[in-house]
């Protein structure tokens, strides 16, 4: 075996096995009441790998099989990640209803928003030839561009948030931010290289996939520490929540 086909099957097994420790790690710290979305999402992705890999290594797989099955396996995932995205926010917003019931529904319009931006961008940088998979990389792009702005969002306010980078959901977001960017990035790159660079780009996108995973398991396995921010005081958080409930209310 050469050291490429070696470095191959190592991203596009070990990965998606050390998704079996995460599935441990959620069940054995409990973590799974507090996000059943990114424990759906991580079951999904280990079911999804094991189907997938079959169907790479069987020889009788053909092109238009594989091609719905992948096509299947991303709709199921981008819906769980959006999901997990929005799960992050409402752990972050939990014990605040005002700030709870403020922060929905503007959730939900930022999703708007950036899905009809992410639409027009993703359509303006072409596509691949293959009509399936055209549709499969259009939304690939959308997601990957939604879920950065959203999450890049939440990085940005994570002090005024109390969102501390020791804590459960810090890990959980930036795993799937990273996913997120890289898999912006390689769009990117395809768009303006077509399938010149198909090969490196997919070994990157898997690479990125294997240390998402090992940071993830690294949040979960880690005690969880207390946080208060030094640039918000909680007060102001509360005030804030005081506030907005005086809003809704009028």
């Known amino acids: ?36 979305v990114f424990f759906a999402f991580i079951l999904g992705e280990t079911v999804q790998s094991l189907v997938m890999i079959w169907l790479i290594e069987s020889p ?7 091609a719905i099955a992948y096509s299947a396996a991303f709709a199921v995932s981008t819906a769980l990640r959006f ?11 939990q014990n605040y209803s005002a700030l709870d019931r403020f922060g929905t529904p503007l959730f939900r ?41 959203l999450l890049v969002g ?16 810090f890990g959980i977001a930036l795993g799937v931010g990273i996913i ?4 912006l990035a390689a769009a990117a790159i395809r768009s303006q290289t077509g399938v010149t660079y198909s090969v490196a780009l997919n070994y ?3 690479l990125v996939y294997h ?19 030094a640039a918000l005081p909680r007060h102001d958080m509360e005030t804030w929540n005081l506030e907005l409930e005086r809003l809704l209310k009028q």
């Open 60 to 66: 009788s797989t053909k092109h238009a099989e594989y």
């Open 1 to 36: 075996m050469t050291l490429r086909a070696f470095i191959w099957q190592y991203l596009l097994i070990v990965p998606h096995l050390l998704l079996l420790i995460v599935l441990v790690a959620l069940l054995r710290r409990k973590v799974y009441r507090q996000f059943p």
């Open 83 to 93: 999901g997990v995205v929005h799960e992050i926010f409402a752990h972050i917003f």
């Open 180 to 183: 997120a960017s890289a898999s």
């Open 109 to 149: 319009w930022l999703t708007v928003a950036l899905l009809c931006g992410a639409f027009a961008l993703a359509a303006w940088t072409g596509a691949y030839s293959d009509q399936l998979m055209s549709v499969v990389h259009l939304f690939d792009r959308t997601a990957s561009i939604l879920q950065c702005g």
């Open 211 to 229: 240390c998402s995973v090992l940071i993830w398991i690294f949040y979960l396995f880690a005690p969880e520490r207390s946080y208060a921010p």
């Open 204 to 206: 990157l996108v898997m």
């Open 154 to 169: 939440l990085f940005l306010f994570s002090s005024q948030l109390g969102l501390s980078w020791r804590s459960h959901v």
